[in-house]
């Protein structure tokens, strides 16, 4: 198949890619390389498959209509994995406009480019952040999440509704994948593994919030880019034993699915900063702070209808994972050092 995959140069996008490529579909890849983190990370990762003779890149910005469609009318890729956002809960805080122009504008983009160009299934990336002030344990696909607790998981839920409005109005089949704290390597330099292994081996203390109270459900990248591909391989259908009267917000009677990828183990914080810890026979300072905004105590993914529909569930241990992290890091950052 020929495959479209939004932020190529991502962390997600990045691994999704490869194994397409390895698999022998082509890969038309774009991303605007912008400078919410370092771009050289980002090019460091497309440098990860330019080799591939079955791989295009283009430097542009979902966000930008003429772009977006002019690349899907001349390349009419079969599928479409749209992995490019403006990620993070805390830097929504700072910066709403980009959520806004990547998450809804660029999203919106992202479907009326798939209708106008007959795509046969677009799977786009939601979030475990939806779930916002939830307490039960573990989420359910089939929970309401109407109360998100920071714009960033407002605009992923967002993006669910979307997506079930174009399936329903014009038959794109589409599937939202819930993706629950993603970690490995070729990870985010904004997200906690990062920060807490650069602080480590730097001697410099990390902020742990909520006084190290939190759980995550952390998820190992090997796994949320297999789940991606499986998923991208089974277009959406309609459910048959859909009922309006008993509404499933994870089903449809149109062709629109949503799923949880996630380890569903979660795990306290400060067990994970152990991991690290132990990875780099290093040990950490910490400094505890209260809750922040946005932030929520924990998640927990309930994977029951992905395993029964996929017969496919993460499974890296995270001793296991989080060693393949810091390893990784280690020569990433010897490798990049001036």
Known sequence: ???????????????????????????????????????????????????????????????????????????????????????????????????????????????????????????????S??????????????????HPVSLYAASKKANELMAHSYSHLYGLPTTGLRYFTVYGPWGRPDMSPWLFTSAILEDRPIDVFNMGKMQRDFTYIDDIAEGTVRVLDRAAMPDPEYDNNRPDPSASYAPFRVYNIGNHQPVELMTFIRYIEDSLARRAQINFLPMQNGDVIATYADVDTLKRDFGFEPRTPLSEGVARWANWYQNYMRSSAP
């Open 1 to 127: 198949m020929k495959i479209l995959v939004t932020g190529a140069a991502g962390f997600i996008g990045m691994h999704v890619a490869q194994i397409l490529l390895k698999r022998g579909d082509q890969v038309i890849g774009i991303d605007n390389l912008n400078d919410y983190y370092d771009p050289m990370l980002k090019r460091a990762r497309l440098d990860q498959l330019k080799p591939y003779a079955n791989f295009r890149f283009s430097n542009g910005n979902i966000a930008d209509w003429a772009t977006i469609n002019a690349l899907v009318e001349r390349e009419k890729p079969n599928r479409v994995v749209n992995l490019a956002a403006q990620a993070g809960v805390r830097y929504s805080l700072k910066n709403p406009q980009a959520y806004l122009q990547t998450n809804l504008v660029g999203f919106g983009n992202i479907l009326e480019a798939c209708r106008q160009h007959g795509v046969e299934h677009l799977v786009y990336a939601s979030s």
């Open 129 to 146: 952040s939806v779930y916002g002030a939830n307490t039960r344990m573990p989420f359910s696909v089939v929970d309401n999440v109407d």
